[in-house]
């Protein structure tokens, strides 16, 4: 499967997973500049910002342990972005969920506070 498939479906899947476990999906994939926040949704009162690693296995590593400093600071900057063009007052929570698809069903690890900005 070609890399922009797999990450397509991997976010389906991560979809569709949040509203199971009852989140409101509020967009997907959506950009500022050339940052990109794979899902935003709400669990209640928190905003919550997704990152979305799909791999065709865990060979080497989980997907969720490939987000970089550089990643995390490019969906801080596109968190901040998306509150500030919509005037939110509202608290953010930044989670990963890994997916890996060589197992059936795929493999779902979802990281509630993966990481937190820094000042």
Known sequence: MKKKKRGEWGEKIAVEYLIKKGYHIITR???HGH???DIIAKDGDMLVIVEVKTRESDAFGNPEDFLSRGQQ?????AADAYVNEFDLDIDVRFDVIGI???????QIIHIDDAFYPTL
């Open 29 to 31: 994939n959506w950009h």
């Open 73 to 77: 600071k490019r969906l801080i900057n």
């Open 35 to 37: 940052e990109e926040i």
């Open 100 to 106: 890996t698809v060589d197992t059936k069903p795929p």
